[in-house]
């Protein structure tokens, strides 16, 4: 007898979590190319896999782990496409998004996860929230919990935030970006969007360039993009590169010209002038002269070489108009669509496990 649809789907299922973490990631481009050709669904995958109880860093993420949850949000990702994207696997769980600093994607794609997990999502903004009358962080975290949640999202100004406030409570924190330390979930929407783009991560070259010092995007790929076998390069003025990069592991450039040379992937950063005392570039001229992204140094990368930038880009300063609006090259908004997916899977994930 043959096998119904159903069985057939288990069974590759089955194979693909008994392989090895190089199998799962030559599946994973597979699934993907599936989603993206036939959208096909995969509703039966990774529900098997161990996430950890709270997602604070990407340090420490394995692959296989990695690649799982890659798998989970691409099946969310054709689910986005419908006209009705809502389900309730996580029905009646309670979700706080509790920001303290300014965000539109992240904060805008966490509510729009939980939601179309089900979930009831509150918002909470740290200018109306009594961080402002002199409560304290771990306070307001241990408040919070006592509501009975069952994720907390947090964003704030110090590195650390995240990891402080997960010792106090009761249910898993998400950390959307602390500081210039770790935003975790930004890097596993980059690490999507550059599947989606080119199949595979593994052997890729992968220049990040701007303000490294300061960026937690830079930070949390640095870890993911080199646990996922990509080459990383960091490309930076001196005074924007942190006091021992080495400690990272990527190749240092200073020169757009030596840094982007045959990249795959090139991924833009925001100078993060609120993390930063006093002038850290003699004009905004220069610094778009020397290290802003336009179609001239854009030629020393290969020709299907990616765009990314995290957002909110500053045109002009570390990315031309012309690069970040060109649909052949830039995968900035993908990389918007994939957050929502990839949360929901985060979510998913660490609500359910
Ligand atoms: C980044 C952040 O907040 O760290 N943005 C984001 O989350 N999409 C990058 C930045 O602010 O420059």
Redesign the pocket.
Known sequence: MRPSKKTLKVDVLDSRLRGNDNQKHSLLAFYLRLHKNLGINLALMATHFTFPSHLLSTDGLSRGDTLELLALASDYYTRNQATDKKHSILKGRTLINLFF?N?T??RTSFELAGKRLGMDVINIAAANSSAKKGESLIDTAKTLSAMQLDALVIRHASSGAARLIAGYVACPVINA?DGSHQ?PT?ALLDAFTILHHKGNIEGLTVAICGDIAH???ARSNLYLLQTLGAKVRLIAPPQLLPNTPEQFGAEIHYSMKTGLKDADVVMM??V?TERVQGPIMASVREYFHLYGLDKTKLAFARPDALVLH???MNRGVEIASDVADDVERSGVLDQVEAGVAVRQAILESIVRS
Do not use: D, N, Y
Request: aromatic fraction near 0%; proline fraction near 12%; avoid cysteine.
């Open positions: 600093e965000s994607r992240t970006g935003h930004q960026s937690r995007v950063l925001r993060q995290p957002g909110p």
